[in-house]
């Protein structure tokens, strides 16, 4: 992922005509001829590339790239078994062969193993024309634009080579690749010193195609070669052709410079009127001004800061140093949302609600008014091995509470698991990270092959999305082998289409399951949720998914020394079928939408919420009731006369609200409190959950299960026996009883 340098538009574009003439200099533009034996189209794909090898094995270096072209073309519809083999052949013996492969993978956009392998063959190539392909395919690589050890490679052939041919193209390439000036003055130098005819009208040629065209002697050159009926005249007329059009892309640099300008104008005044200097901080100045240019550009394009992408990484990385606990804002407090279970800061003690005063002494009022909540959560944050000392208070105490916590990794599990009554394997994928697929797989193993599951309910509401690679894997551990899964498409040079299908065998295939999605359901959720729905793997249950099928590639920014990052949108997400699902979502096959509640009950329940009164009431009941409290924790059959003292502590609220209205927000108090005393999340909550419990109907129905033979779930048919499951949904008050 690297830095794109944006050159104007007619630059670019006399760049990019060039490129296409011809991938190495001196030769001779034409369609190269078919291939004795070309290889059989109905073969199997295997076979087929094989031939391919086998064509490029025997071809001259000059009429090999069709047979490239195929393996790109067969890569790109049958995925990883082809790309596969492109890289396995990186290491081959035969130069030609590792010269084609690491073009063919460089046109598929996977240049991390290609190009080293190029730069060495530029290098140490055995021929002059070797040489000048790998050279020439580094420079056709859009998505090398900037990439320091390449441009660095290429400077240092540029030394050593003898070949002028040679030298020219590694010069071209260095030029486009690198941010240094080296390749223009190596060509002019040729232009100047060779002796040789032919090589100076094409240093001319390739500093004109880039350019130049101003520079004097790069004009002679070409008006001398624009009364020649050559390959080279047609190249030269073309040059100044374009070098007349030029004034369209002095409007754009124009453009530019009034950019330029406003900018700068914008700056002089804040700083000579503002009246705050402590805002005056050119750094973030000019960052907020790069997030916005990239922010306005759509909602997922982003200039991420230090911080984003430090963020961005431990969030991917599911892991970092830190006292673990989730934090934040409540009732403009700054308190613990959850403890995470096994962590330092559940092992201090820490619950759920405690509000968290000073962070190393400093009070957090005065790091969220610098800072925001970022700077309150980095101060938690830190080196594994570090202390911090953390003064928080607890609704019940009669003063804070100061502790030292010594940091450790911390672990963010994206996987949470379960049982269901009857056997039913209940899994919930919060975001798709760098171990989810771990996380996963160990899950099914847990519940499907050691609990002996009979089916299985996938949840992955609220699932933002994350890995790519993640989603296409969790995908694929549902899917036979052979099924594409998702394909991306953006700008054909840069982000061309690529296709990933699935691995597995026709067991993957045989396990039931259902599959609940929601509107917080986003780009790698509904990637799979699609995918299963288009192979009809799983039916979808809940709502539909949010619509964010965009692709974003990130690339460091070299002006920031690579600590900030640009997160830029190349390309779109296609499901099997062909739909995008971008600004569309994924329907669901049966809706199931939670029921609509006033906004008056909201506003007084957020009231309530305010004065801590439900967590009052579990607090002073909880050591005398507690192993009632945990019961009802998990189901209290909605009935409020469970629960010990409520008439005298509804009546006491003096509140318009219903007292089931009441009874929930206590049992959700109830449920917070339990997870403090297990020391673990309640994975579900099959009483209130309508989606889930719809999707557990669903399951059963497959598994040709009597819900009436089950006692949990005896109630579900009724429940749901509308045909129309929005209606049904939206009733409010209907209890599932056990």
């Known amino acids: ?206 500093l004109a195609e880039n350019g130049a065209h101003r520079v004097h002697e790069v004009r002679l050159r070409l008006t001398s070669l624009y009364t020649e009926p050559t390959p080279q005249g047609e190249r030269a007329r073309n040059a100044l052709r374009n070098a007349e059009e030029e004034g369209h892309a002095n409007r754009e640099n124009n453009k530019l410079a009034q950019g330029e300008q406003l900018l700068r ?44 992408v430090k963020s961005t990484q431990e969030l991917l990385a599911q892991d970092y140093g830190g006292i673990g606990a989730y934090v934040g804002l409540r009732n403009g407090n700054f308190v613990v949302i959850s403890p995470i279970y096994g962590s330092p800061a559940d092992a201090a003690g820490m619950r759920a609600l405690d509000t968290i005063q000073e962070v190393d002494g400093v009070k957090s009022s005065d790091l969220m008014d610098k800072g925001g909540l970022n700077s309150m959560i980095g101060r938690l944050k830190g080196k594994p091995g570090t202390p911090v000392r953390v003064k928080y208070m607890r609704r019940g105490f009669t003063r804070p509470i100061e502790i030292t916590i010594v940091r450790e990794n911390i672990r963010v599990e994206s996987v949470y698991s379960a049982m269901l009554p009857g056997q039913i394997a209940y899994i919930r994928l919060t975001r798709f990270g760098e171990r989810s697929v771990d996380e996963m797989q160990k899950a ?3 519940l499907v092959k050691d ?75 509904e990637i799979v949720a699609g995918a299963f729905q288009d192979h009809k793997r799983a039916v979808l249950i809940g709502e539909k998914t949010y619509g964010k099928g965009s692709v974003q590639q990130i690339m460091p920014v070299k002006a920031t020394e690579r600590q900030t990052q640009l997160r830029l949108t190349v390309a779109k997400y296609y499901l099997p079928s062909g739909r995008c699902i971008h600004e569309k979502g994924v329907e669901v096959d049966i809706e199931i939408k939670p029921p609509e509640t006033h906004s008056w009950i909201v506003e007084n329940i957020y009231d309530l919420r305010k004065q801590m009164v439900f967590d009052d009431y579990v607090r002073s009941h909880w050591e005398t009731n507690k192993e009632s409290f945990m019961k009802l924790a998990v189901c209290d059959e909605f009935k409020c006369e469970l629960w010990p003292d409520f008439e005298t502590f509804y009546s006491g609220l003096k509140t318009r609200l219903d007292k089931s209205d009441i009874r929930a927000e206590v049992r959700t108090a109830a449920r917070r409190r339990t997870q403090d005393e297990q020391k673990k999340e309640m994975v579900y909550d099959l009483e209130t959950d309508m989606v889930l419990q719809r999707g557990v109907l669903e399951l059963l129905n497959k598994l040709k299960i009597d819900p009436a033979s089950i006692a ?21 008050g209907e209890a599932l009883k056990n």
């Open 265 to 308: 104008e914008l700056l002089l005044t804040v700083k000579r009127a503002y009246p705050d200097e402590s805002k005056w901080d050119l750094d973030k100045l000019f960052e907020d001004a790069a997030k916005g240019m990239i922010g306005g550009l759509d909602p997922f394009s982003q200039y991420m800061d230090r911080d984003d």
């Open 1 to 206: 992922m690297h830095k794109i340098r944006v050159r104007t538009p007619a630059l670019l574009l006399m760049v990019l005509l060039a490129a296409a003439v011809q991938i190495c200099f001196g030769a001779e533009v034409q369609e190269p001829p078919a291939p004795k034996t070309a290889p059989a189209t109905d073969l199997p794909v295997s076979a087929l590339v094989d031939q391919l090898f086998k064509q490029i094995e025997t071809d001259k270096p000059e009429l090999m790239w069709e047979a490239v072209n195929r393996l790109v073309r067969l890569s790109s519809s049958n995925g990883n078994a082809v790309t596969d083999r492109l890289e396995k052949q990186l290491r081959s013996k035969d130069e030609k062969i590792r010269l084609a492969c690491a073009r063919a993978l460089c046109q598929l956009n996977s240049i991390d193993d290609a190009a080293p392998v190029l730069c060495e063959l530029v290098k140490t190539g055995n021929s002059a024309e070797i040489r000048r392909m790998a050279a020439g395919s580094l420079g056709l690589t859009l998505s090398l634009n900037g990439n320091e050890p390449v441009a660095t490679a290429l400077a240092a052939a540029l030394n050593t080579e003898t070949d002028s041919m040679a030298r020219i193209t590694i010069a071209r390439s260095l030029w486009f690749v690198g941010s240094r000036n080296e390749g223009r003055e190596a060509l002019l130098q040729i232009l100047a010193q060779a002796p040789e005819k032919q090589i100076k009208d094409e240093a001319a040629l390739v």
């Open 444 to 446: 099914i193993k847990t």
């Open 451 to 525: 609990g002996q599951a009979k089916g299985m309910v996938f949840d992955m509401r609220d699932n933002p999305g994350g890995l790519l690679r993640a989603g296409v894997d969790i995908a694929d551990i549902f899917l036979q082998s052979g099924k594409l899964i998702v394909y991306s498409e953006g700008n054909k040079e840069f982000a061309p289409r690529k296709d990933f299908r699935s691995t597995g065998g026709p067991e993957d295939e045989a396990f039931p399951m259902v599959c609940l999605v929601g509107v917080g359901s986003a780009s790698a959720s």
């Open 712 to 732: 949990d779930y005896k109630a579900l048919p009724e429940k749901f026996k509308k045909k129309d499951d929005t209606q049904d949904a939206m009733l409010p």
